[in-house]
């Protein structure tokens, strides 16, 4: 089992900046991708950003610019930077891995919540 634990949401207005942490554990497994998904209240959850352990990333159009995705393989963290944050970037935000011991699991974390204030 891998646990993941998000940190880093909030309130800010908008232009501001945030940024989302989640660090995984567990014994045994490799991580592999990272991604970080959104989904607002009403609509479908949506990719926002990936990373591979490589560090080759992806973004959604509405994000790119504006958000960074990195990862420290050493402590099997992702972070997810975010600025000039716009309204509807509002949404609960979640990490997502992929993690190998043998064969390939993913896990979601908890969510963390992402307020932008017009």
């Known amino acids: 089992q891998v646990q993941l634990v998000e940190s880093g949401g909030g309130l800010v207005q908008a232009g501001g900046s945030l940024k989302l942490s989640c660090a995984a554990s567990?014994?045994?497994?490799?991580?592999?991708?990272m991604k970080w998904y959104r989904q607002a209240p009403g609509k479908q959850r949506e990719l926002v950003a990936s990373?591979?352990?490589?560090?080759?990333?992806n973004y959604v159009d509405s994000v790119k610019g504006r958000f960074t995705i990195s990862r420290d393989n050493a402590k099997n963290t992702v972070y997810l930077q975010m600025n000039s944050l716009k309204p509807e970037d509002t949404a609960v935000y979640y990490c997502?891995?992929?993690?190998?011991?043998?064969?390939?699991?993913?896990?979601w974390g908890q969510g963390t919540q992402v307020t932008v204030s017009s």
């Open positions: 567990g014994t045994g497994f490799s991580i592999n991708i």
């Open positions: 990373i591979t352990t490589g560090g080759s990333t």
């Open positions: 997502n891995v992929v993690a190998s011991r043998g064969t390939l699991y993913v896990y």
